[in-house]
C-alpha cells in the first residue's frame, strides 16, 4: 500500500513514542504529546494504514547467547526478487533487501536452532538457482540498533518527553536468559502483535491475566523479548538507505563501532566476522546526503581503512512480509 507523501511532526513524535515504549497505552501518549487519545489512535490508524507502521515483538539473539547472521547473496539478476522473497517468507530472517542494483540480497538471520542455521547455509542456499555467490558474517557485537531506535537520533521528543514514556523496569539479570516452551504461545502473539491486549493473551496462552502480565514483564525486563517498530522512512524525507561494509584496524573497532553509533544517519552497526569486520546502515535523504557522510565524518574516522557502500534498491522485510509493498 502507498505511504503517505510525508509524516508531519506529531506523526514522527507519534512515532519515536512507539519506539520509546511500543505498549504504551494511547492515553499515556496522548498525555506526553499533549493531544487527545482520538487524536493519538487515529494518527496510529493511518500510519498503520499508509505509512507501514507495525509495533511487533522481537526476540533478542544477543541477551539469549544465540548466535545471528547476515547474509550477502550474490545473484543473477533475474533470480534476485525470487530469492529475496522466498528468505522474506522465513520466520527465522529479518532486513531482506535487493541492493547492488538488484545483483545483491542481503539478510539478517536469526536460527532458533544451530539445525536452522545450518539447514539454511549449508542446505537450502548451496542448492538454489541463480546464486552465484554465498557470504555469511556472523554478528560479533552490536553497537546500535536492536531495542535502541533511530528515530531517537532526530530527537523529536524532548529527553523530558523520552522520560515521560520510557518503561521503569528492573535492571536486567547478567548472562544469557532463554524463553521458556511454557512462554512460547505469548511470545508468538506478541511477534504478530506488540500491542496484543492482556485478554487477548489470556485466550493464546491459557493463563491468567496476573500470570499473563508477570511473565510478559519478565520477558521485557530480562530483555529476551523487546518491542519494536517498523515504519516507511520515504515520508521522513530520508529515501537512502544503505548497507556499510567497513573494515577498521583491529585496535580500532571497538572505537570505530562505538564512534557510528553516535552518528545521525546510522540506524544499525554491529562487528562482524568475515572480510569486513563492520556492517552499518544507513538511512540519509538521497545519495548526495550518502556521499557527504561516507566521504566526510565516515572517512575521516581515525582506523576506518576501507568502505563498500550498497545502496538498497528495495526494502523486501524489515521486521514482518507483506507480499507486493
Known amino acids: ?12 513524535r507519534l512515532l519515536q513514542a512507539l519506539e520509546t515504549d511500543g505498549r504504551a497505552p494511547f492515553s499515556r501518549i496522548a498525555a506526553v504529546l499533549g493531544v487527545s487519545d482520538q487524536t493519538v489512535a487515529r494518527r496510529f490508524r493511518r500510519l498503520t494504514a499508509e505509512g507501514g507502521l507495525r509495533v511487533v515483538g522481537v526476540r533478542n539473539a544477543e541477551r539469549m547467547g544465540k548466535d545471528h547472521w547476515i547474509l550477502r547473496l550474490r545473484c543473477a539478476p533475474d533470480g534476485a526478487l525470487t530469492i529475496a522473497d522466498a528468505l522474506a517468507r522465513r520466520p527465522d530472517t529479518f532486513w531482506v533487501g535487493l541492493a547492488s542494483g538488484g545483483t545483491e540480497v542481503v539478510c539478517m538471520t536469526r536460527p532458533r536452532t544451530p539445525g536452522d542455521h545450518d539447514d539454511l ?17 556472523q554478528i560479533l557485537h552490536t553497537f546500535f540498533g536492536g ?16 522520560a515521560a514514556l520510557t518503561p521503569r523496569r528492573s535492571a536486567p539479570p547478567a ?3 532463554r524463553i521458556t516452551p511454557e ?3 505469548l511470545v508468538a502473539a506478541l511477534e504478530a502483535d506488540g500491542r496484543v491486549t492482556y ?8 493463563l491468567s491475566e496476573s500470570s499473563v502480565k508477570r511473565r510478559l514483564t519478565a520477558l521485557l525486563e530480562s530483555g529476551a523479548v523487546f518491542v519494536d517498530i517498523e515504519y516507511a522512512a520515504e515520508p521522513l524525507g530520508y529515501r537512502c538507505g544503505s548497507t556499510l561494509w567497513i573494515t577498521a584496524a583491529p585496535a580500532a573497532l571497538d572505537a570505530v563501532g ?9 540506524a544499525y552497526v554491529a562487528a562482524t566476522a568475515g572480510p569486513s569486520n563492520l556492517v552499518a546502515t544507513a538511512v540519509t535523504r538521497d545519495t548526495a546526503d550518502l556521499y557527504a557522510y561516507v566521504s566526510g565524518r565516515l572517512g575521516h574516522l581515525d582506523g576506518v581503512q576501507h568502505v563498500e557502500t550498497a545502496p538498497f534498491l528495495r526494502r523486501v522485510k524489515q521486521l514482518t512480509y507483506r507480499p507486493g509493498r
Do not use: C, N, Y
Open 1 to 12: 500500500m502507498e505511504s503517505p507523501t510525508v509524516f508531519d511532526a506529531l506523526d514522527i
Open 121 to 137: 547455509l549449508l542446505g537450502k542456499l548451496p542448492r538454489t538457482p541463480h546464486i552465484v555467490e554465498i557470504r555469511a558474517h
Open 147 to 162: 531495542p535502541r531506535g533511530w528515530l531517537g537520533k532526530l530527537a523529536p521528543l524532548s529527553p523530558e518527553q523520552v
Open 175 to 177: 548472562g544469557p536468559v
Open 183 to 185: 512462554d512460547e504461545p
Open 199 to 206: 485478554p487477548e493473551l489470556q485466550r493464546a496462552t491459557g
Open 258 to 266: 562505538e564512534a557510528l553509533a553516535g552518528h545521525g544517519p546510522i
